[in-house]
Nanobody, 124 residues
Framework: QVQLVESGGGLVQAGGSLRLSCAASGRTFNFYAMGWFRQAPGKEREFVAAIDWSGLRTYYTDSAKGRFTISRDNDKNTMYLQMNTLKPEDTANYYC?????????????????WGQGTQVAVSS
């Protein structure tokens, strides 16, 4: 089993930045692909970014490209999402997820473990 705990959310003005963290405990973190998803009120959960087990391959949804950076530190069992130039439409609950393969996915249903989420609110 893997436990995931997100932190770093909060309220920020448009144009500001936040850094989300996802701390993992339990089974070996190094061999899991990880991802960030978000869900706004009344909307479905959507893919934001993903990273392979090595940290060398990253994937982003179009709206995140150029503004968000996903990374991981396997020594610390932690994944990060640096979010810059935030927009009001980025407001959502952000979830980290892990899957028991080395290759990430953009599909929420293909992840095996989920955190409880951290709220991000961007004011205009």
């Amino acid at each position: 089993q893997v436990q995931l705990v997100e932190s770093g959310g909060g309220l920020v003005q448009a144009g500001g930045s936040l850094r989300l963290s996802c701390a993992a405990s339990g089974r070996t973190f190094n061999f899991y692909a990880m991802g960030w998803f978000r869900q706004a009120p009344g909307k479905e959960r959507e893919f934001v970014a993903a990273i392979d087990w090595s940290g060398l391959r990253t994937y982003y949804t179009d709206s995140a490209k150029g503004r968000f950076t996903i990374s991981r530190d396997n020594d610390k069992n932690t994944m990060y999402l640096q979010m810059n130039t935030l927009k009001p439409e980025d407001t959502a609950n952000y979830y980290c997820a892990g899957r028991t393969t080395v290759t990430p996915s953009v599909t929420a249903g293909e992840y095996d473990y989920w955190g409880q989420g951290t709220q991000v609110a961007v004011s205009s």
